[in-house]
């Protein structure tokens, strides 16, 4: 370990790693009953690293045209070694990491760790949550596969039903009027460079964020620990927590492993443009609930096409959520149990219309 | 409450955990990079393209010869002709998809099952096939025969 | 006349009168439709039903068959000083529609690829003959073609378009009651409605398939010889046809007299053959004729388990690639192979009319040989699925003794700090 130590020293002389070290040497981790919510954070941050390995591991083998991804990916899985495995790995790591993500996001709106100083980490946060749709949906096209196919199709044409500028947006997304091999270039373009690119740069501000402003703790706990000073518990960061998390992952780990090899992700059938869609196409589970939410809404509302009011109904949601900590703050006393009950029916609503989707035909 | 000096049996116990830490994240870890490893190392065959398929090598056909292989997902037929030139058509018959074959004594492709006869550009000529077979071009690179899709769709 | 025809006669021509001028009229004009089309049947001739007419809309009228003079709106029309001819008896038909059909040259005028040896063809046929000998029950040009609204062939709609000629002929040969004096069985159509052909026919609309026309000709419509079916199959059924001429029941079928391929395989009722047919079992066309022990039997016998063999072949292999395939592993390439089985289990079957043993065992040996490679492929599968799940368990074993050595790490840690 000698070896080690020089290294260390080396670099220390030009870098002052020690002041560098520091601050994440006091960094310290609330402990409560309610900790573990601590760990969705970390893991979501895991599995998009794991996204990113394997990721750049299918770009040595994947080809973005229309004429050839379907067959580099049946490639990958067949004959590449252990391709199954990687492709496999970076399917299940896509939806785990949406789930986490989503986890994550409704365990601090019910711990209230949004609220000030943190409200530009709810907001960096709910950014980097549609980033990880924007992923899902763009990494699903590019199988080209029927499904992906038809996916995109009907979610675009959703897109193009947003006034004034849907139809630019839909062109914008698709290279063109329709979906074509246009699309998958652009859309293994966004996946593989520009979704990326953004994403690391608001992580790194969100985990800015989180270092600045320390680890929440949510308000009753507050409440117990101004109550009786001595109560209040913590642990390091370093090895603590860390030691903990690394746990988490591991097992994280060893789930992805189990599934990739037990359920290994499906080819499907190469997509034919000029076939009729399938019928009951529906999109990937995350997006079930608004798809399932358009099924309902009647064609005609009043004077508005009912996909219209979905679509301007659920952007007027996103809106809401992403302004959470102001309408919060704003609504003073009250403001507590708004946002409970509105976390609680976008719970409720996520899932009873997700499992409801599942179920209808 | 433990004392400040390290029981006995400790120092084995704490050989034990740190053997397992170190020998689990050691051996965890070898086991993710093995298969990154062997998945780096391309395959023997160079790709399973969609667009384009060596189907052969330059002399595996004799003049008025064809072969069978494989092009995406269907078989399609190679044919050379007696003038050297090489013509490739899909080998799935439109009537019914049966695999047609080359006909050399006719100089023609015929399709066994209810005698369609198709020229060398795929035309369907006479008998059921409603539509021509589909025509894929072919280039020689080196020694290998190249047959890829017509582009335009 | 009577008055009253007078009379609306007349009122025809003052009706003609009005209209005549806001009428625009194609090369002459057809006045026999003012009339005709408000008569009642059988004189009945409307403008619509002559519109879809491919005669009326080359521009002939009802005076080129019938004769007259159709620029008269009235009686004068139907004179015998200009040529009226009145109804064209049955005998006639034939001979006044080859009057300009079998005319190469007028023919030439209006559509010069159209054939002209209808009238010639027809003579020679049964329906021809029998016309000839004085029975105008048989079938003349009209009745398959229509009359007065007769299509072009192309046109879905005609009477004698491929999807609906069967239908034509069976208006007369499946009325058991109107073909009594000719003797001859009336379930042609019944039984054609219940083959292969009628299916790729009528059901998968492929116009190529096999129709009455098909095998007995159109205008020289005759039933083939018993000695010369198979030539009529042949024409389709190119391999079955060539194995048979070089195979014993030619030779054997003739001289008894049996009509070839139509001995096993029905001339309407051509069903879907299976491999029970070919052997010794309860379906099979072979005991009709063979008795138990004779040298046919044994190959039919040969025959039939080597096509059970290959068929059983396919099914084991296939039910192993469905196995490792719900399994989640990737058998597509291995399933491309197994349709080459496939194809050698069909000119196996194809072989079986050369009647003899050593084509069909040849096949199914091709056949088997894909088998045992998909079989393979199926088995490697199952095994890369062990291999996975192996590899699986061992980096779990792994992950768990580093979890553990965490798990206890943290403990000693936190026990030492108090």
Request: hydrophobic fraction near 40%; glycine fraction near 8%; charge should be positive.
């Amino acid at each position: 370990m000698k070896l080690v130590a020089h290294c260390r020293g080396w670099l220390d002389e030009r870098f002052d790693l020690h002041s560098l070290a520091k601050p994440l040497k006091k960094k310290t981790v609330p402990v409560h009953k309610l900790s573990y919510w601590y760990f969705f954070g970390g893991i979501t941050l895991f599995l998009f690293g794991i996204q990113v390995c394997t990721g750049i591991l299918l770009l040595l083998y994947y080809r973005p045209s229309a004429g050839e991804a379907f067959e580099s990916v049946q490639y990958i899985m067949t004959r590449v070694q252990f391709g199954w495995l990687i492709r496999s790995i970076h399917s299940w790591a896509a939806n785990l990491m949406i789930l986490m993500a989503f986890l994550h996001m409704f365990s601090v709106l019910f711990l209230r760790a949004y609220r000030k100083p943190r409200e530009l980490t709810w907001v960096s946060g709910m950014v980097l949550l549609f980033l990880a749709l924007g992923f899902g949906f763009s990494g699903y096209l590019l199988p080209w596969n029927t499904l992906a196919f038809f996916a995109t199709k009907v979610g675009t044409e959703i897109t193009g039903q947003v006034p004034f500028i849907g139809h630019s947006m839909m062109v914008f997304l698709r290279g063109g009027e329709d979906v074509t091999g246009a699309t998958l270039t652009r859309f293994f373009g966004f996946h593989v460079a520009l979704l990326p690119g953004i994403t690391t740069l608001l992580i790194l501000v969100h985990l800015a964020l989180v270092q600045k402003f320390g680890i929440s703790v949510p308000p009753s706990v507050e409440a117990e620990w101004t109550a009786s000073p001595g109560s209040a518990r913590e642990m390091k960061f370093f090895p603590n927590f860390f030691l903990r998390e690394a746990m988490a992952w591991y097992i994280a780990l060893g789930i992805l492993g189990a599934l990739a090899a037990i359920y290994p992700w499906g080819l499907g059938t190469k997509a034919d443009p000029f076939a009729p869609a399938p019928a009951g196409i529906k999109p990937e589970w995350y997006f079930l609930f608004m798809f399932q939410t358009l099924k309902f809404i009647p064609s005609k509302v009043l004077f508005l096409d009912g996909e219209v009011l979905g679509i301007l109904l659920f952007g007027l949601a996103g809106a809401i959520w992403v302004l959470l900590p102001f309408i919060d703050a704003a609504t003073r006393h009250r403001g507590r149990r708004i946002v409970l009950g509105a976390g609680i029916f976008a719970v409720s609503y996520i899932v009873a219309l997700t499992l409801y989707g599942y179920v209808a035909k | 409450m433990p004392s400040s000096e390290p029981h006995p049996k400790l120092p084995q116990r704490r050989r034990v955990v740190e053997f397992l830490l170190g020998g689990g994240l050691f051996a965890s870890a070898a086991s993710f990079i093995y298969p990154i490893l062997r998945y780096l190392v391309p395959p023997v065959v160079p790709n399973l393209g969609g667009d384009e398929v060596v189907a052969g090598k330059v002399g595996d056909l004799k003049p008025n010869g064809s072969k069978i292989f494989r092009f995406g997902t269907r078989p399609a037929l190679l044919v050379l002709t007696s003038d050297g030139e090489y013509h490739a058509v899909s080998a799935v018959c439109t009537h019914l998809g049966c695999t047609v074959q080359y006909r050399a004594d006719l100089h023609e492709i015929w399709c066994a099952c209810h005698n369609g006869m198709y020229d060398l550009a795929g035309r369907n000529v006479s008998g059921p096939p409603p539509r021509p077979l589909d025509q894929f071009l072919v280039h020689i690179r080196g020694d290998e025969i190249v047959v890829s899709r017509k582009h335009g769709a | 006349m009577s008055p009253s025809r007078r009379a609306f006669a007349c009122f025809c021509f003052a009706l003609l009168a009005l209209l005549a001028s806001s009428r625009a009229r194609a090369q002459q004009a057809n006045n026999c439709l003012v009339c005709h089309s408000a008569l009642d049947p059988p004189l009945q001739v409307t403008s619509e039903q002559f519109s879809h007419d491919i005669h009326a809309q080359k521009g002939l009228t009802c005076a080129s068959c019938h004769g007259g003079d159709p620029s008269k709106a009235d009686m004068d029309a139907m004179s015998k000083s200009a040529g009226f001819r009145g109804k064209i008896t049955r005998g006639q038909i034939p001979a006044l529609c080859g009057s300009c059909h079998a005319d190469a040259a007028f023919m030439r005028k209006y559509n010069p690829s159209l054939r002209t040896d209808q009238l010639s063809q027809y003579v020679t046929s049964v329906h021809g003959k029998l016309l000839a000998k004085g029975d105008s029950r048989v079938a003349v040009c009209i009745d398959c073609h229509g009359v007065h609204d007769l299509r072009a062939v192309s046109d879905v709609q005609s009477s004698v378009y491929p999807l609906n000629v069967a239908r034509t002929c069976s208006r007369c040969h499946a009325n058991a009651d109107y073909m009594k004096p000719y003797g001859i069985p009336t379930d042609q159509f019944a039984k054609y409605e219940t083959s292969v052909h009628h299916e790729a026919l009528a059901v998968g609309g492929d116009l190529s398939a096999p129709t009455c026309t098909t095998c007995h000709g159109n205008h020289g419509a005759s039933p083939p010889g018993v000695d010369t079916v198979q030539n009529v199959c042949s024409n389709c059924h190119v391999f079955q046809a060539q194995l048979y001429e070089k195979s014993p029941h030619k030779e054997a079928f003739h001289s008894a007299g049996l009509p070839g391929c139509v001995t096993c395989h029905s001339n309407h009722a051509v069903v879907h053959p299976t491999d029970e047919n070919v052997g010794t079992g309860p379906n099979a066309f072979c005991t009709q004729c063979h008795a138990a022990g004779d040298s046919g039997s044994t190959t039919a016998e040969n025959m039939h388990n080597a096509l059970e063999q290959l068929r059983a072949g396919i099914d084991s292999s296939d039910r192993l690639l469905q196995e490792a395939e719900s399994s989640g592993m990737e058998v597509s390439e291995a399933r491309l192979q197994q349709d080459q089985a496939r194809d050698a289990l069909t000119k196996a079957r194809v072989s079986v009319h050369s009647f003899a043993t050593g084509p069909v065992e040849q096949d199914v040996q091709t056949g088997l040989k894909i088998t045992t490679q998909t079989t393979q492929a199926g088995k490697n599968a199952l095994a890369e699925r062990q291999f996975r799940r192996k590899g699986l368990a061992l980096s779990l074993i792994f992950i768990l003794a580093a979890v553990l050595g965490l798990y206890l790490t943290i403990r000693r840690l936190e026990r030492a700090s108090g």
